[in-house]
Structures are given as structure tokens and as C-alpha cells.
């Protein structure tokens, strides 16, 4: 059994949409994470100033995983760049998580 378009077209858009809510969310908490590490200033206001930046950073997220060309292109992207920022959060925070 196929599917029609009409149904593949609405399971791309529920896919993309999963990955845009969750993947971007945790994309943009890893890389918050991350700038709030390595930023050269006091440690709250580089919490505060990488909290700022998050709103952008969710926002462009949203924004690429439409603009790709597939949900799955959008998946592989955000589990990879989500695989690295985990790692160098790990690296980089005091205990490490390793």
C-alpha cells in the first residue's frame, strides 16, 4: 500500500515540525550551554548573555529545519550538531559528564 501525496506532503510537514519543536530546542540548550562555558566574562553574565541568544538561535533553527530539503536532512542535522555540542559540553563543564 502507498500513500497518496496528499498524506506524504502532511507526514513531511509533522515530521519537519517535531524536528523544528524538540530538535531545535535541544540544539539551541546545548549550544546555550556551550557559549555560557566558553564566553570570556563572568560567569552570569555569560549565562544571561548566552540566554538572550537563545531566542535567536530557536528561532533560526525553526526556520532552517523548513527550509532544507527533507525532514530527514533536517533530523540527521540536529542529531549531529546536537552529538558535537554534547561532546564538547562534556569536555568542557567542571566534572565533565565523562
Same mark, same amino acid.
Given at each position: 500500500?502507498?500513500?497518496?501525496d ?16 524538540f530538535g ?5 540548550s546545548?549550544?546555550t !550551554? ?9 560567569q ?11 531566542? %535567536?538561535?530557536?528561532? %533560526?533553527?525553526i526556520?532552517? !529545519?523548513f527550509?532544507v ?8 542535522g ?7 555540542? %554534547?561532546?564538547m559540553n562534556?569536555v ?7
Amino acid at each position: 500500500m502507498t500513500l497518496s501525496d496528499d498524506a506524504r506532503y502532511r507526514w513531511q510537514v509533522l515530521f519537519r515540525v517535531l524536528a523544528a519543536i524538540f530538535g531545535g530546542y535541544l540544539f539551541t540548550s546545548l549550544l546555550t !550551554v556551550f557559549l555560557a562555558l566558553v564566553w570570556p566574562m563572568p560567569q552570569a553574565e555569560a549565562v544571561v548573555a548566552a540566554s538572550l541568544l537563545s531566542f %535567536a538561535v530557536y528561532t %533560526a533553527a525553526i526556520i532552517w !529545519v523548513f527550509s532544507v530539503r527533507s525532514a530527514t536532512r533536517a533530523w540527521v542535522g540536529l542529531a549531529l550538531s546536537c552529538a558535537a555540542l %554534547a561532546l564538547m559540553n562534556a569536555v568542557m563543564l567542571p566534572g565533565g559528564w565523562l
